[in-house]
């Protein structure tokens, strides 16, 4: 086999183009998502601690809640991600 062949034959052998594509848009959406997620969290926990200072309890509750809700969505995206990290 000649090297230019050679040459060839490696790129298409060497790359999936198919998994390098699903690598791409997984690693896209899951940094969306852990960005929107932790910065949710501290949009809810700021804006309970701002509602608890004026007086309105249930914004400050409501608020609260969207921020633990968002810090569990994190907190388990992370967790999957070092799941799959791990296991493979």
Do not use: C, H
């Not at 932790?38 to 809810?44: E, V, W």
């Amino acid at each position: 086999m000649s090297a230019a062949a050679l040459i060839q034959v490696l790129p298409a052998t060497l790359i999936d183009g198919e998994a390098l594509l699903d690598t791409a848009v997984a690693s896209l959406v899951a940094g969306v998502f852990v960005t929107f997620t932790a910065s949710l969290a501290i949009y809810g926990f700021a804006t309970a601690a701002e509602m608890r200072r004026v007086d309105r309890d249930l914004a400050a509750v409501a608020a609260g809640a969207l921020g633990i809700l968002s810090m569990l969505a994190f907190a388990g995206a992370i967790g999957l991600g070092l799941a799959v990290m791990i296991n493979g």
